[in-house]
């Protein structure tokens, strides 16, 4: 690792076989923490070239439990996280919203680094069990349709640097890594990412593979639509800026979203979202995301059809019925 950390420091970049080498003797745990840290910090002082980032999910994919759910014909609607925004769950929300409209949806989540509250966070919180039994899983796609996959539970670098990832609190590699290694290998992708930089080097993997996908960066910054100000897309058909006044949309303040300073309060802004005691704000932003993950599946249909469908599944409540059906409740 000395030998990588020096390489490194002096502004090289690695191949692609250098970086998923690295990253499976991580997996394997042939590192020490102090090591590992360093090699995270590396990568928040300098950018993550494309060949790396490729490498690095090549290790990743391969060492990973697959999941075999009987259909690829799947969405996941997963953000990179490490915006710094602290918003409330709307992706995982949103999930549920597409859940509810019929869609099969394979949750990628893990517990919140640079945020009080990921995915994981809520959901356990509100009583799912994390489970990586196949069985269990296939079964919560037919009935819910919907299952969940906490992250560390499929893969084994995940869970090696969970606690280094915790003690520092700060965005790394990794977040850029969770939407692309989702272990179900979903044929649909919904991807929010912090910065167009990144968003970039999204579009440029996902040119190059057979999925239907939509990446989506917020200009103010966020990793999903916030409807505080317009936003980017890249998809199969290109790039294009989404204008709020054209979608219909007025804008909102920031403190319109933010989520809860605990758990518990981010859960009870969960509920209020799915129960239909939340906000208008709320609610048309959880929208908002789930409409584009059904535009996402169905790109011949309109926003606002797709919008619709959403719409349709939270005030019937079927969103609300999709998680209880999950969580078991």
């Known amino acids: 690792m000395k030998q990588i950390l020096n390489h490194l420091f ?15 003797l991580i ?23 494309v060949t790396e980032l490729e490498g690095f999910r090549d290790a990743m994919q391969e060492l990973c439990l697959a999941v075999d759910l009987g259909t690829n014909d799947l969405i996941d609607l997963c953000g990179t996280g490490g915006d710094g925004k602290d918003t409330f769950n709307i992706s995982t929300l949103a999930s549920f919203v597409v859940a509810g409209a019929g869609y099969k949806v394979a949750k990628h989540g893990n ?33 819910a349709n919907i299952c969940f996959l906490h992250a560390p539970l499929f893969h084994p670098a995940m869970k090696i ?6 003690e520092l609190g700060i965005k790394t590699f990794f977040n850029m890594l969770g939407p692309m290694i989702n272990p179900s290998k979903p044929k649909n992708q919904l ?30 910054g966020y990793d999903e639509i916030s409807l505080t100000c317009d ?21 909102l303040d920031p403190s319109a979203i933010v989520g809860g300073s605990t758990v518990s309060e981010s859960a009870a802004i969960f509920m209020q979202v799915l129960s239909g005691d939340a ?28 919008f619709y469908e959403a719409e349709q599944s939270l005030l019937s409540k079927k969103a609300l019925t999709s998680f209880k059906t999950l969580v078991g409740n």
């Open 191 to 220: 991807v929010g990412v912090y910065n167009l930089e990144l968003a970039r080097m999204y579009a440029y993997l996902y040119q190059r593979s057979d999925k239907k996908y939509t990446i989506l960066n917020a200009l103010e």
């Open 111 to 143: 517990y919140g680094v640079s945020s009080g509250c990921g995915s994981s966070n809520v959901m356990e919180y509100l009583g799912y069990k994390f489970t990586n039994n196949i069985d269990e899983l296939k079964q919560t796609i037919d009935t």
């Open 10 to 24: 002096e502004n090289k970049t690695l191949t692609r076989e250098q970086a998923k080498n690295i990253l499976t």
């Open 231 to 251: 936003f980017k897309t890249f998809t199969p058909d290109g790039e294009k800026i989404n204008s709020l006044k054209d979608l219909g949309f007025e804008r």
């Open 279 to 306: 906000t208008s704000a709320q609610n048309n932003v959880v929208l908002a995301n789930a409409a584009l993950a059904i535009k996402t599946i169905n790109p011949q249909n309109s926003f606002a059809d797709c």
């Open 27 to 49: 997996s394997q745990g042939m590192y020490n923490n102090s090591q590992m840290a360093a090699f995270m910090i590396a990568y928040c002082m300098r950018p993550i070239t």
């Open 161 to 166: 640097v969970a606690p280094i990832r915790k």
